[in-house]
């Protein structure tokens, strides 16, 4: 079963960009991957499917500024032009035989 | 636009069976491109998968949580329903239903999530 591991905070000053990781344990380097956003008191909200090849697909109203790729076991979530309503929780998200594995999830403060 | 919205008590009481429903609409809980999910968020901790059915009934559990766990669907309603049996303090938590793809089963809709305190 896939492990997916997560720094647990990150920062960037509003208006840059930040890079956030999500790491695919030994031997499921190629699975797809979710990522989520909660912000503070809310529910989660799909954000996009990554590929391993960085390919990328996301969910309906979700802004040009959030972006997705792939290096290896590594699935990247960039956020750029950051803005207030980014401050969140981010989570992964993948599957094998039949069970749903989630990331700790990074707290990303915007500064 | 697809939505879920969780229901059931915000109290119960340790060793009693939690229950609640997701209730699905603008979709129809019978298609046969979708699983449907069940995740739960201790207060201040992560996301944790708890179990997900097909609309014909089939079943995926956590195995940490399958001894105690039933997830059941009523298409007739457009509802999913789940039970976890046994609750100590430990299975406080906000409780989110979901929808899953079917060839790709990752969450793509979520409800907004119902908290569950479990105290005497």
Redo the contacts between chains.
């Keep these: 079963q896939p492990v997916l591991t997560q720094s647990s905070s990150a920062s960037a000053s509003l208006g840059s960009s930040v890079k956030l990781t999500c790491t695919l344990s030994s031997g499921h380097s190629s699975y ?3 990522w ?1 956003q909660q912000q503070p008191g ?5 954000l996009m ?1 990554l590929e391993g090849s960085g390919s990328y697909n996301k ?1 309906s109203g979700v802004p040009d500024r959030f972006s997705g790729s792939s290096s290896g076991a590594d699935r990247y979530l960039t956020i750029s032009n950051l803005q207030s309503e980014d401050e969140a929780d981010y ?1 992964c ?3 094998d035989s ?8 990074t707290k990303l403060t915007v500064l | 636009q697809l939505q879920l919205q969780e229901s059931g008590p915000g109290l119960v009481k340790p060793s009693e069976t939690l229950s609640l429903t997701c209730t699905v609409s603008g979709g129809s809980i019978s298609s046969s491109s979708y699983y449907w999910g069940w995740i739960r968020q201790p207060p201040g901790k992560g996301l944790e998968w708890i179990g997900s059915i097909y609309y014909s009934g089939s079943t995926y559990y956590n195995p940490s949580l399958k001894s105690r766990v039933t997830i059941s669907v009523d298409t007739s309603k457009n509802q999913f329903s789940l039970k976890l049996s046994s609750v100590t303090a430990a299975d406080t938590a906000v409780y989110y239903c979901a929808r899953l793809e079917l060839e790709l089963p990752l969450c793509d809709y979520w409800g907004q999530g119902t908290l569950v305190t479990v105290s005497s």
């Design positions: 797809i991957i979710a989520h809310k529910a989660p909200r799909y499917k969910g989570y998200e993948t599957w039949n069970t749903q594995v989630f990331g700790g999830g």
